[in-house]
């Protein structure tokens, strides 16, 4: 797989705190990397540094190697790089499909949105809910929404942040499917951050963890839960080991 974005020295302050410490990584094409770490470890802070909310304090961010480092978050976005919020619901009151237009109206003209729209929704198996308003969905139709929303900016690397937060296990088992299924059909590159830890170790072929705004490791599922430092910082001797 090609590396498609590599972040180095990303460093965050605000104040005398440091939320992102140094932190380097890189993304290869079509994979699907989990970020972890205990509250406060800063993988929000650091997901809104890669789409440009978050201004860095030192660091380099290359997409191709093409700089995106103090760049504007639509100039990101359009580039390819897009979020979705963490306890950011989608919009109250307006249709599914409605909520897709928002982000798909945003470089396109009505007709090809909606074409757009359409099709996104499609990709995440939500076809059939377009004209649902979203107070009535379902918790997993509202996180594959979400997916869908984010999808419409045509990215080609998705943050994903929290989106299976309120869901049951059976739910993200889904859930994570069809994240899988989207990845394989379009080689849709993602990072996932979730607290739910059988989640993430399924889901993810690599994992990021951060502790303290530190990188303090980056391997494979069955690495990293046995990486004595993420195990003395987050893990925990008694939490679940990847399926
Ligand atoms: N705008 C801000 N101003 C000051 N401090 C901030 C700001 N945003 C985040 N922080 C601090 O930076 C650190 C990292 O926060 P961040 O939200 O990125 O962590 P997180 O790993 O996403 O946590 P959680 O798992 O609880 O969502 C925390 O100590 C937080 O209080």
Known sequence: MNELLKA???TVRFGGL???SDVSFSLRQGEIVGLIGPNGAGK????SSLVGLQRLSAGEIHLEGKPLHGRRPHVVARAGVT????NTALFPGMTLLDNVMTAALLNNTVASAQELAHDCLERVGMAQAAQLVVDDLTFPQKALGEVARALATRPRILLLDEVMAALTPLEMDRVMDT?????DRTGLTMV?????MRAIMNLSERILVLNFGKLIADGSPQQVSRNEKVIQA???SEHAQPA
């Open 83 to 86: 979020k979705t919020f963490q």
């Open 192 to 196: 996932v951050v979730e607290h739910h």
């Open 18 to 20: 440091t939320a992102v």
């Open 8 to 10: 180095q020295g990303l």
């Open 179 to 183: 994240l899988r299924e989207l990845r």
């Open 234 to 236: 987050y893990l925990g």
């Open 44 to 47: 929000t802070t650091l997901f």
